[in-house]
């Protein structure tokens, strides 16, 4: 199935008044409502009161499997020259950052997309419909920005270049396919990225960039007897093209044999694929399909985790069905150590994997699988900003009403129907590992074509509309009125926020802290696999009956933090809330900590150390952040290095995770926000019953980071055969988040380096000069001491860090010596007020946010005078602070990367 693109909608209709001039209404399910201009563009619209938010999502029916030869990777440079300016919005950055949106741009095999999610506000939606409408037809695609971009898109290539794990699947799909273009990457190859013509680009565009082949999705608190005029205002007046559009006929033959494929690349772990055909995103068998996948690689009941991770045979198990518009692929991914045996993982994956059909999937098996697939879907259903963004990849498929019927077929499927299409596409001959083996009557998968979508869907009409949440303001004035504050008799804070919501959802976190650093002195990896084992067994329910139970409570629950901090995170429905909550206080409280679960969990904490190893990102963090807070080995301050890492889990104890447990774990010293729908006397009576008395057995502290002046460094890390590298910049500030100047470091960092690609850094090294993909800083300073840092990060080429280095410097010394302007400052007090509001629109953010600031005795009054103190900042204000803050000779700089590969690439010899 498409990652994050399975998602049910229910959500209520338009009015009954008919659509303006111009637009004629389609047809409306489940409370999506589409509609249609006359120039062709396609329009969907659900309207959910309750996020105080808008996603307008604009997604045009074109992607990689459009390219021709020479174009490879043409769909995705355009995605990135669609941000560089049209007539009415020459810089699309700054004005992402001034409306204080969360923007980007995505491209897949059968689409490419670009969003804005931003505060409810007419202005606002009027700008995102006019910027979308103008950059349809009219965006530049200018040489100029053609020769700074393409470089950028060649570093995203490079960095994906570094992973092992990415390239073995790309080129398992790449082996896998023969003609069809789903086996080349999205991104596209070098030689293309960097030689394709500005005139190609631009006939691209010209031809694909039209509203005939666009869908315009808008959702969240709208008014549609106000929106419709509107989308017919900035996009009626577009005319219809006259070019017609053809369909990509290419037709992956049937496999007659075996494949296999080896990558021999630099690294510390092992990985196995195991890739099958199977049938469009849009065919009756693919609920099927995600159900087989989800049988054989579910953790911890999947078939392949029982006989590889519990076994020890593999650190991690994986499944995806490529869910596309044509015939994809099953990929079975198996992660190893490299002591592991490859052989013995492939021969176990295959045999298990085509097993299926001799041994068919149990009645349990089928239904675990379709109770965690439709919870996903459920919980997916509850907010509408996910669903806006992600609703596109069903049109791509054929038709957006597709994940109605998807839903529907996923209940429908039976023991029968998974073992019908393991038969159908588990076969030898359609596998995608090995190697050629000469067979006189070869059994082969026939993967039928893409079916008559528009007949299938004809009068669908799906379930009943979800219920609506109410209008609720996200401001700090509005919470703070609303939340309510107790104490149980051990210490626990409660911060309970009740309100309606879609579909009845509601968020909660549990927040606990643990120990001194004295007391947490060389435990660190004892605490961190505690954490990560919780949910791995108690004293009434095995892991698996855990899971199963959480599924059936269409219950999100991860377990996740560090050491001295562990989080529950909680994601359910009303009426399941309670029930939840005790099941999470008895993984809390009566934990087993398993022999064979905690081993389990060590070896993929061994195998994700073993990878840091040779990683660039890894090795630069753990460099600088040692020399920044240097303390001693041990200390649960101390950045540990992959082999420090290595060591420590190796020579540690299964008692020791439990003694851990019996020696920090307890409620004294937590938080529990809850954000949502419930019912609030019954929840605050419900958790003191269980966590009132459950008190720590010792003390807590917040972990003190003494702050010191740190001499400035600046050193290179090799790191062979990597084809990016990492760059790394930083200085720590003696300042806390009360501190006078705090509030101007915050806006002068969001100009220097925050943002979305509109910051002095992102201009200059990215849009400019293009020599970074991923490029920012980040400010932050303590609650309860004067400890904070300022950062700078970013990705390039080995060859242009250089480069990258010395325009960091040059763009910190212009800051530091001439200021920002008052437009500047400006602009950017808008975007960072208003990006603080959308944050505080998501209800699993404002549940954290809020445990968070009771953790340190504060409201959310702390967050409106902040934002007062920003929105009331005058340039000479900003400018002043960050002379009196940063000081440039005492940045340390860390970078990390292949230095002969970059010395290679400058055509100059390498010095040791």
Partial sequence: MKLLACFALSLVTLAAAAPPAGMQLVTSVEGVTECRLDNGLQVLVFPDPSKPTITVNMTYLVGSRHEGAGERGMAHLLEHMMFKGSPGHKNIPEELTSHGSRPNGTTDYDRTNYFE????????????????????????IAKKDFDSEYTVVRNEFESGENNPMGVLVERTLAAGYVWHPYGRAVIGNRSDIENVPIDKLQAFYKKYYQPDNAVLTVAGKIDEAQLLPMIVQYFGKIPKPTRKLDTTYTKEPVQDGERFVTVRRVGDIQAVVDGYHIPAGSDKDFPAVDVLSTILTDNPSGRLYKALV???????????????????????????QKTDSIDDARNITIATVENLVKEPPSKEEVERAKTRLLKEIDLAMRDSTRIGLFMSEWAAMGDWRLQFLYRDRLRDVSPADVQRVAAAYLKSSNRTIGEFIPDAHPDRAEVPAPPDVEAMLKGYKGDAAMSQGEAFDPSPSNIEARVKRSQLPNGMKLELLSKKTRGNSVHATLTLHLGTAKSLFDRENAG???????????KEHNRQQLQDEFDRLKAQVNIF????????????????????????????????FPEDEINQQRKQQLTQAESGKSEPQVRASVELEQHLYPYPKGDIRHMMSPDEEIADLIKLQVADIRKFYTDFMGGSHAELAVVGDFDEPAVKSLAADLFGNWTSPGPFENLPHEYQKIGAINQSVDTPDKENAMFLAAERLAMSDTDPDYPAMVLANYMIGGGFLNSRLATRIRQKEGLSYGI???????????????????????????????????????????????????????????SRQVNRSDDGALARLLSREDHYDRKLTFDADLE?????????QVNGTLKRTLDPSAISYVKAGDWKKAAQAANVPATK
């Fill in 561 to 592: 933090g560090s050491a001295s901090s562990p989080t529950v995170v909680i994601e359910t429905v009303h009426d399941n809330l309670p029930a939840v909550l005790k099941l999470v206080a008895e993984v809390l409280k009566e934990p087993t």
């Fill in 310 to 336: 519990d076994n020890k045979k593999a650190s991690q198990v994986f499944g995806w069905s490529m869910q596309q518009a044509e015939p994809g692929m099953l990929l079975l991914i198996d992660m190893l």
């Fill in 117 to 140: 999610t931003f505060s409810a506000s007419e202005v606002n939606l009027r700008w995102a419909l006019d910027l979308e409408s103008d950059r349809m037809v009219n965006s530049y």
């Fill in 528 to 538: 961190d696999l505690m954490v990560s084992t919780l949910l791995r067994g108690t």
């Fill in 868 to 876: 007062t103190q920003v929105g009331a900042l005058t340039p000479d």
């Fill in 776 to 834: 920012g800083s980040q400010f932050n300073a303590s609650e309860y001491e004067k400890n904070g840092s300022f950062r700078v990060y970013a990705i390039a080429a080995p060859q242009n860090v250089a480069k990258v280095e010395a325009a960091f410097k040059d763009e910190l010394s212009k800051a530091i010596a001439t200021g920002f302007t008052a437009d500047e400052v400006k602009s950017a007090k808008s975007g960072w007020l208003q």
